[in-house]
């Protein structure tokens, strides 16, 4: 709900209200058309909005807003291709002033106009979100695949990573008056179960309380849930479940002469006899006449007509095969964090495939990034010949006295000295120049296949400090079927550091027969970064740990090893291996 004052609250329960609406558009270009209530034509405003389907609860689904008017505006409808109209509801409260309640941003999809009037049809900015985006094959929680995504189509997230990561999951790496007409369920809507699609099995994952007399959330074929174990697959499946258990709510339909101010997903109580009011209802879609009356809406569905057999449908739809032999495959990947790269290897790009055949692919990436490159100070000698000026002439001299005529001395040749008849002498001279440039920071890239780093191809590129595009290619032959593959991408900068944003890292494999999802080939790679620390008292170092703890459900005996590079410690440095065999 948008948040209103005491004033507003109690205005809007009164039997009779003042209020009216204005707007404004703007167009791509800047132009600005307010508009006011005297312009609409009388029943021709609405804003309808929902934020599920038609029958139940849905988890993760997007819906447009979706607003229609009708204007007396002579605007040539040719200027209003994507632009912009905010609409506002004005209410007057018991002090008689009006407050006024934004009703939403919306872009113009069709702009009509027949004699006198401009018909206008617009969405708000969730209809951007209605676009392919095949950048998910990353590792990032889900604030990052949220920054990431609205990043991507330009929509401003409304929550902060804090709010996003305190949800289930979150931290995980992956209105009422007596005439209005309202109809009530008799029954309560809850849940008691999910059910998650696995899509490497086919088949649906059933999770339930002890107790499972309520409804499934069918989670479908979630694209976060596919990777890991079973048991990491559950207890996310069971945070989902935890927080879906306690909604208990009851459906309805109402038409009210509305409060503008309520929005999807805001929790209502009914009074006045026409509802329990000790239940709770969420508004999942509303429709509001301006001018006219609001409709609200919560769907559900009723617990008692849930069957058995619907229960763990494993007739899953919509699945195809994963390999198709002779068809182009492609894995994609996006980074969902920035990336901040210095002398140090920082893995920039990591992509996981599979082909069933015998094969070669080939992998394309493209980078963006922003460099900050070391300023460096430069000396020169600059080398020249200045002219020294002969002192001013005071007046003549009179030498007939001492030579009994004129001095020889302005008649006599001097340009040799003086610098070609100008009034001074000419001198070599050669001073030092101190200033500092722009540095050439240097990129160099490294390829990994398969833990093992490719020696043959370094890509090094050198830079200027501000933004560059790096491109990367390599190509991969005799591919061997079945198993998984992992490439890797690392860049380091020397003399400068980069910085790459969200989404400006892109790449690609492709080749035939590729897998859709590689198979877990049951390796696990633990990566941790250790700031710097400093080291007092020898080589004593205080308040550092580390522990890893595995657990298996086989008997073969396997082995472990951890191993640390060079440490440099003051002037000197040892290489070192830790290992530990046997698990």
Known sequence: MYPVSKAFLQAVQENT???????KITTKAG??????????????????????????????????????????????????????????????????????????????????????CLELKAYDYMLRFEKSFNGFETIGNAYAFLALCCK????????????????????????????NDSSFSDFITRYTAVSSTNLRTETAEYYALETDNGLTMNLGINPLLQFGLEETREQLCRNILNDLSVVNYVPFDSDTIGNPAL???????????????EQLTCITAFNCKIGGKQTLKCVGKNPRLSQAKSKNDKNISGLLNQIEAGKIGIHTFTNASAYSVAQTDVRIISIEFASKEETHVQFLGQVVVDVSAVQQERTANAAGNIVVPFPADTGSTDNEGDSGGTSDIGDSDTSGEAGSGTDGVTVAVELPVTWTEDGKAVAYVTFEFNDEEILLHHPVE????GKHILSLYYPIDNLVPNITNTFNVYLRIENGTGEIETGACIASISGQAMAATAAWDGKITVEESVGLFRIGGGLNVKGYTDMIQMETMELVQRSYADSISKVMIGAFGRPFAIVQEGL
């Open 152 to 179: 991507a189509c330009d929509v401003e997230l409304a929550h902060t990573q804090a709010e996003i990561e305190a949800m289930p999951n979150g931290e995980e790496m992956l209105s009422i008056y007596p005439e």
């Open 462 to 465: 050198t830079w200027g400090s």
């Open 263 to 277: 929005d999807l997903g805001d929790v209502l109580t009914f009074s006045g006899g026409q509802a329990d009011g």
């Open 17 to 23: 209200r003042k209020y009216y609406w204005t707007g």
């Open 31 to 116: 132009v600005e058309y307010p508009f006011g209530y005297e312009d609409i034509v009388k029943g021709s405003g609405y804003i309808t909005a929902q934020c599920c389907g038609s029958t139940e609860i849905e988890l993760g689904t997007v819906y447009a807003a979706e607003m229609g008017i009708t204007l007396f505006s002579q605007i040539d409808r040719y200027t209003l291709e994507d632009a912009k109209v905010e609409l506002s509801y004005h209410l007057r409260t018991a002090d008689g002033s009006f407050e006024e309640v934004p009703m939403g941003v919306f872009e113009v999809s069709e702009a009509n106009r027949t004699a006198h």
